[in-house]
């Protein structure tokens, strides 16, 4: 049976190894809410992780999906996931079969809300995996960045008022992580249409999708204003100067932003908050 500072100290880990974009502004939170976001992370990379997977069929990914997420709805059951995954086991990362490891790292008290936004995230990636992505209005692309990203800002924003009753707008952090997940989508367009699948509406252009993520990430820059605590500022404002930086990368044809313009930005974000 591992202690609570072993499992803390592999959450910690598996974060690293998995996204440095978050790892970097988590380990500046103070240690109750680096604990609870690492853990509400995890759990949400390891839905996303079946959800991106580029060997497993759409149709069992929405299986794949849509149990797991009704396993979120009651007391969560890691055997009976682990039975759920297992003829898929060697086709996903280590992150995507720990879902249980990564809930019992979390705060007993928030336990229930990490379960019930991870279980209506696996929902909505079910729904899109069914529909093989097929994004053709702004409509659609709304719907998708809200289940992989935007769900992620209601999340945080609810982890902030349970933490130290700071009220956010949740409008403006679903466009907060709608502008951090359509960055993404610009930085991986090329790979994406290698294996058929494309998040950009019918009939636009990069131009339009690159105005779709700057009028998010203009709503993440008003979330802002409302938040007062210094390791939250720190945490927020880390990934939206990043995503803007890369923004400006991709407009001059590069395709990220090298690792000492990331250390560079942080270490500034630091001196400023």
């Known amino acids: 049976?591992?202690?609570?500072?072993?499992?803390?100290?592999?959450?910690?880990?598996?974060?690293?190894?998995?996204?440095?974009?978050?790892?970097?502004?988590?380990?500046?939170l103070n240690p109750e809410l680096k604990k609870t976001v690492a853990s509400a992370y995890l759990c949400m990379r390891a839905i996303d992780e079946i959800e991106d997977s580029e060997i497993l069929a759409s149709d069992i990914k929405a299986r794949l999906l849509r149990?797991?997420?009704?396993?979120?709805?009651?007391?969560?059951d890691q055997s009976a996931y682990e039975a759920l995954t297992a003829p898929y086991a060697s086709m996903l990362p280590e992150v995507a079969?720990?879902?249980?490891?990564?809930?019992?790292?979390?705060?007993?008290?928030?336990?229930?809300?990490?379960?019930?936004?991870?279980?209506?995230?696996?929902q909505g990636m079910a729904f899109w995996a069914e529909k093989d992505w097929d994004?053709?209005?702004?409509?659609?692309?709304?719907?998708?960045?809200y289940y992989v990203a935007g769900l992620v800002g209601v999340m945080l924003?609810?982890?902030?008022?349970?933490?130290?009753?700071?009220?956010?707008?949740?409008d403006l952090a679903i466009g907060y992580g709608r502008g951090l997940q359509t960055v993404n989508i610009l930085r991986n367009v090329e790979e994406d249409r290698e294996r058929g699948v494309s998040f950009i509406p019918e009939?636009?252009?990069?131009?339009?999708?690159?105005?779709?993520?700057?009028?998010?990430?203009?709503?993440g820059d008003a979330y802002m204003k409302d938040l007062n605590t210094k390791t939250i500022i720190l945490f927020c404002q880390v990934p939206l100067s990043l995503a803007k930086k890369t923004l400006?990368?991709?407009?001059?044809?590069?395709?990220?932003?090298?690792?000492?313009?990331?250390?560079?930005?942080?270490?500034?974000i630091k001196k400023e908050v």
């Open 135 to 145: 994004i053709q209005t702004e409509a659609d692309l709304d719907s998708y960045t």
């Open 97 to 122: 079969l720990r879902l249980g490891d990564w809930l019992d790292t979390c705060p007993d008290s928030y336990v229930p809300k990490v379960k019930e936004f991870t279980s209506e995230m696996a």
């Open 1 to 28: 049976m591992q202690t609570e500072k072993q499992q803390q100290k592999e959450a910690m880990k598996m974060l690293k190894d998995t996204s440095r974009t978050f790892y970097i502004p988590i380990t500046l």
């Open 67 to 76: 149990e797991t997420s009704s396993m979120l709805e009651g007391t969560f």
């Open 157 to 170: 924003s609810d982890i902030w008022e349970w933490h130290d009753g700071t009220k956010t707008d949740r």
């Open 203 to 219: 009939g636009w252009t990069l131009e339009d999708t690159f105005a779709y993520a700057e009028k998010n990430l203009a709503l």
């Open 248 to 268: 400006k990368a991709l407009r001059s044809g590069r395709e990220k932003m090298s690792r000492a313009e990331v250390e560079e930005t942080v270490e500034q």
